[in-house]
């Protein structure tokens, strides 16, 4: 039987731990990176055409005039005006309709009442696309903000109300009978039960409904608008500046990516959030 030394038996036991550390972090990195190889080829493949004259310029603009476009604009001002509409548009009415999804979904959820007169109104209005929806709003409000915000709280409230929904009903009964039991108040209620058990569903249906509004306010914008990324666009199409559209493209889908991660961020910073516990 062979003895090991101190030095050896240390030796032993540190070279494990050595390659367990190691490896998640050199595997995390070729993750990172590989996220960045099809942007990457996208992009090359896009130089390549334009290089190779494939299509006419005004068909696929070259990345460097998309670059000048860029800069003309940001040194304008005209593009810092036009983000400023569209996230103010979006911000405005993605917040009405997070407050007011969220408080339906509950009540629809709780109440018996609310089920009854509203239930089935919900159910066929959550159907109706937004899109659909946006001649008759320009009858009712024009094509001031007044149209793109109601257009953004349409598209907010269903997926969060719906969410909610589900998440309250997920609740366990006990937590609801204790909180009858000891009478809390609705402002209790929502803090110590409600919020805090339905938190991470209720994060997944507003990261669906911000993307989504997001889209279709740039959709609005196109169509009925006299400022914000989608009209820029719309205008360029009209002059003929592929350039300046396919600036907007890009910005369009970097915005989204942007708060689409962010909220993602949000979701699991809370995703073991659980109900507080009450002692009985």
């Known amino acids: 039987m062979t003895l090991l030394t101190a030095h050896e038996v240390s030796e032993t036991e540190s070279r494990p731990r050595t390659v367990e550390w190691r490896w998640p972090l050199q595997r995390r990195s070729l993750v990172i990176l590989a996220g960045w190889i099809s942007p990457a080829l996208l992009l090359l ?6 290089r190779a004259q494939l299509f006419p310029e005004q068909i696929v603009v070259p990345p460097s005039v998309v670059w000048d ?3 003309e604009l940001k040194d304008s001002g005209e593009l810092q005006m036009h983000l400023h509409a569209s996230l103010f548009r979006l911000f405005s009415g993605f917040g009405i309709g997070v407050v007011s999804g969220v408080l339906f979904g509950v009540g629809l959820a709780l109440s018996q009442t609310i089920r009854a007169y509203f239930g089935l109104l919900f159910e066929a209005l959550r159907q109706v696309p937004t899109l659909v929806l946006i001649p008759m709003f320009v009858l009712f409000f024009g094509i001031d903000e007044t149209l793109k915000i109601v257009i953004i709280v349409k598209a ?13 009903r997920t609740i366990p009964n006990q937590y609801l009978e204790l909180g009858k039991v000891y009478q809390l108040k609705p ?14 569903p209720v994060l997944t249906g507003i990261r669906i409904a911000l993307s989504r509004s997001w889209l279709i306010l740039v959709a609005v914008e196109l169509m009925a608008a006299d400022s914000g ?8 199409r009209q002059m003929l500046r592929l350039d300046i559209v396919m600036v907007g493209v890009i910005l369009t889908g970097l915005i989204g990516f942007g708060l689409d ?3 993602r961020i949000i979701e699991r910073l809370f995703s073991r959030w659980k109900p507080v516990e009450i002692s009985t």
């Open 261 to 263: 991660k962010g909220l």
């Open 229 to 236: 990324i989608g009209q820029m666009m719309e205008m360029a």
């Open 69 to 71: 476009a860029f800069v």
């Open 187 to 200: 402002l209790t209620w929502f803090s110590k039960i409600i919020f805090p058990a339905t938190l991470p």
């Open 45 to 50: 493949a896009w130089y390549w055409v334009t």
């Open 156 to 168: 907010t409230f269903f997926p969060v109300a719906m969410a909610t929904q589900e998440a309250v």
